[in-house]
């Protein structure tokens, strides 16, 4: 049984823990997950308001916020869900196909 701090991308599924066991907190940040992107949002500053509306929404915590104001994306992390381009109510974020 390994622990959460043990696992990374390229742990084979045959070692994971049973979810149930997994109760460790904050551990997304230790797996990169922008690879399984096939969209990719892109920040437009110039239709920003800086509400940061999108920063709650984001379920992968993937939109950093440092005085108070909202920074580009963590690809690393950020999986292309969308749901921040449709909460951003100014359309400063676009959507692509992710270019791999």
């Not at 904050?26 to 797996?31: C, E, N, P």
């Not at 939109?63 to 108070?68: A, E, S, W």
């Not at 580009?72 to 959507?95: L, N, R, S, T, W």
Request: with cysteine; glycine share 8%.
């Amino acid at each position: 049984m390994k622990k959460a701090a043990e696992i990374n991308e390229h742990t084979p599924w045959q070692e994971l823990t049973p979810g149930a066991e997994i109760y460790e907190p904050a551990t997304s940040k230790l797996v990169n997950t922008g690879d399984w992107r096939t969209m990719t949002p892109v920040f437009l500053k110039d239709k920003c308001k800086q509400c940061l509306l999108c920063v709650p929404f984001c379920p992968d915590s993937s939109i950093p916020v440092q005085d108070g104001k909202r920074g580009e994306f963590d690809f690393m992390h950020c999986k292309g869900c969308g749901i921040c381009y449709k909460v951003c109510p100014f359309g400063a974020i676009q959507f692509k196909r992710e270019e791999k």
